[in-house]
């Protein structure tokens, strides 16, 4: 972590760097390891060095996610009075940032899809610009860590009320991994007594106020 964290937080928040990132972001991982131009950027050569050329399946992924991270994080600009707010911070309590951006990569090593790495973006760009607080980030880096991807479309369609019962969801168990996840509340629309097989409860569905955090900051903003 001695490394990889100064690393990465100048490739993150120096602006200087942010065209490259978007062309990394283009490229397959041979082309980024192999090219001396990315090797430039200075957590692309940290993770590099460390990887032994980044070989290994393990590495490659890390390398991906984080260019990712980075690239979506800088797709959109912060107020700069509050980003030099938070470098300063973060120059003043080394511990701070240890901990703050060490969370962030240990998260980003243990994505397998690219989409949390962006998901994960965007809330830590919300935590930056101050419209959550870091306790919100945890929270939500949370259940970006025990989301199921496969779910996030029913969880928009519930956000935008396209779906507001389990009547209109072909996949059930679904709609109890959001609500297992915070996202959603849920009460009993209607039972139906069928046969053992045929017995449905149908239920009213809608996004809880953590729900809407994730939603807002991930599909509106």
Not at 83 to 98: A, G, S, T, V, Y
Request: proline share 2%; with cysteine.
């Amino acid at each position: 972590m001695d490394k990889i964290i100064p690393a990465f937080e100048l490739s993150l928040f120096d602006s200087t760097l942010s065209d490259a990132c978007v062309d990394m972001a283009e490229l397959g991982i041979d082309s980024i390891i192999d090219g001396n131009i990315f090797k430039s950027i200075p957590v692309v050569s940290v993770l590099i060095g460390i990887g032994k050329t980044a070989q290994n399946i393990h590495d490659r992924n890390l390398l991906k996610q984080t260019i990712k991270f980075i690239n979506t994080f800088n797709a959109k600009k912060i107020a700069p009075a509050k980003l030099e707010k938070h470098r300063k911070k973060m120059k003043e309590n080394p511990k701070f940032e240890e901990e703050e951006l060490g969370r962030v990569i240990i998260l980003l090593n243990s994505n397998v899809d690219l989409i949390k790495s962006e998901l994960l973006a965007k809330f830590y760009r919300a935590y930056i610009n101050e419209d959550i607080t870091w306790i919100k980030f945890c929270e939500l880096s949370e259940v970006i860590n025990r989301l199921f991807v496969a779910d996030l479309d029913l969880l928009y369609e519930i956000y935008q009320k396209i779906i507001t019962d389990t009547s209109k969801c072909t996949i059930l168990y679904q709609v109890d991994r959001l609500i297992g996840l915070g996202l959603l509340d849920s009460a009993t629309k209607s039972i139906v007594i069928g046969n053992n097989t045929n017995s449905r409860t149908e239920r009213y569905i809608n996004v809880n106020d953590f729900g809407h955090i994730f939603c807002s900051i991930t599909k509106n903003e």
